[in-house]
């Protein structure tokens, strides 16, 4: 799923602006945010442990958090998605 959203972020890069103008975000963090998902998915599946894949499954609870209350406030209903990528997560 994360994998998923940011190829979103690359693919189709003028839904996703407008999706976080919506929000009210800056376009420029479209880029570095898919590039960290994509970072944090690679040590989670080729990392054995230890302190790096700790902070990557931190940084992906942070960002989904940080996605669904985006969602919630903007009122757009799309934190269900968030609130799947959070369940799958834990």
């Keep these: 799923m994360l994998l998923g959203s940011a190829t979103m972020y ?3 890069n003028a839904d ?3 999706v976080f103008e919506n929000l009210g975000f800056p376009t420029w963090i479209i880029y570095p945010l898919a590039i960290w998902k994509i970072a944090a998915v690679a040590v989670i599946l080729y990392n054995k ?3 790096l894949k700790q902070w990557a499954y931190a940084r ?3 960002n989904i958090a940080l996605a ?4 919630l406030m ?3 209903g799309e934190q269900i ?3 799947i990528a959070m369940v799958l997560l834990l």
């Design 16 to 18: 996703v602006v407008l």
């Design 68 to 71: 669904f209350f985006a969602h």
């Design 10 to 12: 690359f693919v189709k």
């Design 74 to 76: 903007a009122d757009d």
């Design 49 to 51: 442990g230890g302190a």
């Design 60 to 62: 992906l609870f942070f």
């Design 81 to 83: 998605g968030a609130l």
